[in-house]
């Protein structure tokens, strides 16, 4: 299908695109990538009344690391995260998830901003967010918003961000010594939305307990969800099969997936925990240096 008409801005700043998606009144949309956004389009799903193009605004493309953050602009393109030795290297998570999204095409020109500002339950970077503790930094006519990842989903394509704000960097916590990361996803082809989707971040002490963990999950309910529980499990104890099978069992407690084409519910719950054992287990690897 044809997408109806709108108008087309493409500004040269920030403020400007603000500007533009206020007067519109929520019936303007952002457009970066633009591959969640035209499908909809095409089928009618979205009539925005205008779409304001951010991909000539300088400096929203970036991957760069400071003394305490890793830093990623909205429209740094999902690809970016595959070819960066930095993300390999320090946040493996990130190119776990961006090699796994769709196929070459579609990553060359989604960016990171439009997968996580979306709001779909089944996108892969959202979950990865999540369990790295990434906050969300936003920008309206009100002035800035910093909004911690785990708020930012709300329901099936409802997010924090209002019609007038817009999502220009995400701000991770610089890695650690004895951290590691993993995003494991189950897919019926290669390139397909998630059946299940598991991010898994560990922090392993000096000691060999665990110190902290991200734990996410993504394809299971209305939105991407925190295994909050599972997190307090796994904190203070060895990086196990024990411990990750009860933190797997406490995980599978919050999934509430539905039947569809790509399985039963019974079946994707049951996959929730055989991938949450295998997503801890590769950060666990990870954290002791393993790839």
Not at 43 to 68: C, H, M, Q, T
Not at 71 to 99: F, M, Q, V
Request: aromatic residues 6%.
């Amino acid at each position: 299908m044809i997408p109806p008409r709108f108008e087309y801005f493409a500004p040269a700043t920030i403020d400007e695109a603000i500007q533009i998606l206020d007067r519109f009144e929520g019936e303007a949309k952002v457009l970066a990538g633009g591959q969640s956004l035209l499908p909809v389009m095409k089928l009618r799903l979205a009539e925005p009344r205008a779409l304001v193009d951010i991909n000539r605004i300088p400096n929203l493309a970036f991957i760069r690391e400071d003394a305490k953050s890793l830093r990623i602009g909205a429209t740094t393109r999902t690809n970016d995260l595959n070819d960066s030795d930095l993300i390999h290297k320090r946040y493996p998570i990130l190119s776990d998830a961006a090699y796994e999204i769709a196929d070459p095409l579609v990553r060359n020109m989604g960016t990171v901003g439009g997968n996580v500002s979306h709001g779909d339950p089944a996108n892969d970077l959202p979950a990865c967010m999540i369990a790295l503790g990434a906050i969300f930094h936003l920008r309206g006519p009100k002035g800035n918003r910093a909004i911690p990842a785990p708020e930012f989903y709300q329901d099936t394509f409802v997010t924090a961000l209002a019609p007038n704000e817009l999502l220009h960097e995400i701000e991770i916590p610089k890695a650690k010594a004895g951290q590691g990361n993993a995003y494991v996803k189950l897919e019926k082809r290669v390139g397909d939305f998630p059946i299940v989707g598991i991010a898994a971040n560990l922090l392993i002490g000096s000691k060999g307990v665990i110190q902290a963990a991200g734990l996410a999950l993504t394809a299971v309910g209305p939105t991407v969800l925190k295994a909050v529980e599972a997190e307090r499990h796994l904190v203070g104890k060895a990086p196990d099969e024990a411990a990750f099978a009860r933190a797997s069992e406490i995980a599978k407690g919050i999934a509430n997936p539905t039947s569809d084409l790509r399985g039963p519910a019974e079946y994707k719950k049951a996959m929730v925990g055989v991938l949450t054992r295998r997503a801890l287990h590769r950060a666990a690897d990870r954290a002791r240096g393993g790839a």
